[in-house]
């Protein structure tokens, strides 16, 4: 039904050897300028301000994704026998265009244009795009269906678990991808053994088998500690909280209509739909060229912000504290800061996993040796004390380094 490559194409991957393709509208998908777009999008953020090697896109890691779900799909007897071809077809390309709606510094730039990338990513894939037109010319309302598994919407439970759960494609290559590129082993797991235990029950249901526990426990802990290392690392949220509050600046400051801001930073600033057209455009190396020009402003909390941006003059950080809190907003007043946009508190809190609830049903569960399925806090104590243990999250404030706070 699908067409294939005159060869297998064989892509040199650091963290999975080679990532393989012998579809040709995943081929063609891949060479689209929407997907190259995605070589300049960071996959980490403001994290690389803390990880010099930190400089993986996110074109890379929605390969790796790809070729997990490949894995899965070509390799895993339950799934291989659970999916027809379409569906096959159908999650691997789900699976490369999971993150295609990306914008400038990932997940950083969701709160500053108050649109989350899988409204963008639906919109690629359906509004009419070269990607739609590539899906469509391979199979008609694959587009949509492509898209429905990324909203949580397929009409087979199966799809939408393999790239977006507890246990999925998408995580798994991350936390390697990233771990890898930031110098770091707490992302590491093992990979070969929790795809060789992965089984499919009730026709649309993946569950692990009880010998793949312990590969489930390590993958777990290996997310608990990403997060506090790398992606809720302080610096790397100083970085963002700057960039968020030089739009806030730039907003409040009606810059629409300033000559000296670039074109292409204008749409974010109205708040009104961005067209695609302008949203193609908008990538880091369009954002970089737009801070250097920000570094001329005549406004000083522009200019200074674009500054500290481009020159990594980031934001100090300490405990969000009501007594500290009080006395840090006197001396940051009495320096002559503006306290709207020298003054952030943030709160960061990540569960590395959480059991089945009415309202959250993508728990991991276990297929035991007798062949009953239990939810995985059920299965092992390690992740029952993560489930029933004391909430971690942190609360902070940022501010300009050289401020102390009087005794």
Known sequence: MFAKTSEVKVLRDPVHGYVHIDLQVVWDIVNSSWFQRLRRIRQLGGAYVVYHCAEHTRFSHSLGVYEIVRRMVTEVPDIVNALNEYDKVTIMLAGLL??????????????VSGTSHEVFTCRIIEENTEITKI??????????????????KSKNPLLVQMISSQLDADRMDYLLRDAYFTGTKYGEFDLERILRTLRVVDGNRLVVKESGVYAVENYIMARYHMYWQIYYHPVARSFETILHLL????RDLKSVSDPSIIPLFKPVLTGKKISLKQYFMLDEYAFS???SMLCEH???IVRDFALRIRDRKLFAYSE??????????????????NLDYYWSKDEVYQMPYEPYTDSRGDAVWVKKKDGTIVEMSNASNIVYSLVHGPVHDVFSVYYPKGIEISK
């Open 135 to 152: 899906l469509e010319a391979s199979a008609k309302g694959l587009a949509k269906d492509v898209a429905d598994v990324i909203r949580h």
């Open 247 to 250: 739009f806030k600046r730039l």
């Open 320 to 337: 969000s504290d009501p007594s500290n809190n009080r006395k840090l907003r006197h001396q940051l007043k009495k320096a002559g800061y």
């Open 98 to 111: 999971h993150d295609i709606g990306h914008g400038p510094y990932s997940h950083a730039f969701e709160a």
């Open 289 to 291: 060229y737009g801070f």
């Open 298 to 300: 005549k406004d000083p």
